[in-house]
């Protein structure tokens, strides 16, 4: 039996992901107790936890307790995050900070925390679930991508570092998922419509990521025609631009 730490875990594809993990030791993080509690009550062996990710006090706690208490930690889902699609000029210094804080700093500072105890076992995976958005850039989203592009560099600096002790580290990058997620990132719903095309199950996904567990598989793109769209940026950025600028501008 693993134990799975999963953050973000009220979120779409977590709950999907945990439909999947039923014979795992799961410990889940979410903001609002009450709501893991309804989603995971009746889960057997699902501990669920409310906490401000972006505390790194309390997190250093809580890492130092679960490791007293379940001796392991097999895998880490780093899930947490959000976005808000705005006009660069429109977005205030406090959304700067609170979404660093959250898509970033603390997914970096739990991978930071449970990493070093990885590598001292010599075994474990983390899994960052990120986004297309820290690899394809599009207008409306300067700051969510800034928060992916990092979020992305330091998985994969992480991924070499931990690559000797047996401790591997895999990058999720979906595009676009129906869930509750463009609730707050997308209110009216016309970004929604608009990439209806490129729009993923959340049950497909969760799918994907359980499946990659144990395997030293260094990135997951989805959908194949967004992880098309990042070989083609990659390889010819200026008529990339052009057509994320006029082509691929839904938001």
Do not use: C
């Amino acid at each position: 039996m693993s134990t799975i730490l999963i953050t973000g875990a009220s979120g779409g594809l977590a709950q999907e992901m945990v439909k999947l993990l039923q014979n795992d030791q799961l410990i889940l993080l979410g903001r609002n107790k009450e709501k893991l509690v309804q989603l995971y009550g009746n889960h057997p062996q699902a501990e669920l936890i409310e906490i401000d990710i972006t505390d790194v006090q309390a997190l250093e706690g809580l890492v130092a307790e679960l490791y007293q208490r379940y001796g392991k930690i097999d895998v880490l889902i780093n899930n947490a995050g959000y976005g808000i699609f705005e006009d660069f000029d429109k977005i205030s210094n406090q959304d700067i900070h609170q979404m660093f804080e959250v898509n970033t700093f603390a997914l970096m500072n739990l991978s930071r925390l449970v990493a070093s105890r990885m590598k001292e076992m010599r075994k474990g995976y983390i899994i960052n679930i990120v986004s297309m958005a820290g690899l394809i850039a599009t207008a409306k989203s300067s700051l969510y991508s800034a928060t992916k592009f990092a979020a992305i560099g330091f998985s994969n600096a992480l991924r070499l570092e931990l690559m000797p002790y047996g401790v591997y580290v895999t990058t999720v990058n979906p595009g676009p998922i129906r869930t509750g997620f463009f609730d707050q990132a997308d209110p009216d719903g016309t970004y929604l419509k608009s990439v209806d095309r490129f729009l993923l199950e959340p049950d497909a996904v969760a799918q994907k990521i359980v499946k990659t567990i144990g395997k030293n598989k260094r990135e997951l793109n989805l959908p194949i025609l967004l992880n098309l769209a990042h070989k083609f940026y990659s390889l010819f950025p200026k008529l990339a631009d052009k057509l994320a600028g006029e082509t691929f501008n839904y938001k």
